[in-house]
């Protein structure tokens, strides 16, 4: 593991480089076009088959090993947000108006290094890594991970497990946060539509009124997860915006609700938008009013496979100082779309600890992360994937 630790050390000044100069040239979700191509540019440089315009601005590196094995694929995510940035160090966002506030620039970094450092042991290595470098994570519901997947990021050859890593500004600096099961919620947007009729406001009777059946609804929509759900598992249902009416002397025909269900259990999922679409129906048979429930399904939770987490755990604590490596005890309940992959081949998403005094939290116009924390996420990610390949091939 010793040869790692020296390719890191080599590759770093690079890395910082790079990791300075994606967010100096912030590109939000959809618009990373710059980004890719500089990517694209660096991958090219490496002996590895490179894919561009995957399912979007996604770029794929793919690194065969000089002997045939299984692959495991390593995820970074390259978007920015449309953030104004207030950070005045040298090199911050040259783009008004956009930033990487999510540490995006960093796992793009982190993941380039890595590419390097593993190229460099192509000989050593029996079976393939793939390099899957994703847009448009920050645009829930779609995200990028699925047109990536649908582009077949997983295949050719198929993907046997994956691994990817955010930088977190909750966890201590130069931690690794590992956890089995849920990290992560799903995120599902809902919008519900109320169609009543309007008339006076002196005449309610002669109305039917959508303004008060949407209060209804908001109102009862919160018994659901105090009355329906098990207190033992974890779910939001929040309504952030209603809109009705016109006038204050009209009765309202129409109101409109958005808001997000947050949940860490798929079966917990199902149950809440089933007792969703029962309460608006039954509040809107009560008040005379026709009810619509759109429940969008976005990201789904993010659930690690404990093998793939136990892996990381094996690394963590060989490579690192015994207290680097934490278990997280409370899944967050913030979306990601790395759930998508985790749906479709096991693996695991740990995360990187960059928290020190006075650290602002992630999408906040001041984010920023100690750049030596980029060393602990390519230690780990590299590893773990030499790790991986060089178990023996058993699919249990
Ligand atoms: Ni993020």
Redesign the pocket.
Known sequence: MDIVKKLIEDTYPEVVAWRRDFHMYPEISGAEQRTAGKIAEILKKLPMEVQENAGGYGVIGLLRGSKPGRTIALRA?IDALPIKEQNDHGFASKHEGKMHA???DGHTAILLGTAVILSRLKDEIAGNIKFIFQPS?EQAPIGGALPMIEAGALENPQVDAILGL?IWPNLEKGKVGVKNGALMASSDPITIEVFGRNGHASAPHEGVDALVAGCQIVNTLQTIISRSINPQEAAVITIGKMQSGTKYNVISDYAKLEGTVRTLNPEVRRKVEQRIREVVSGVCQAAGVRGEVNYAYGYPALLNDSKMSDLLREVAHEILPKEALTEIEKPAMGGEDFANYLQKVPGAFFWLGSEEQASYP?HHPKFDFDENIMKTGMEIMANSAIRYLGKESSHE
């Open positions: 995510d999510c540490g995006h994570e955010h992630i």
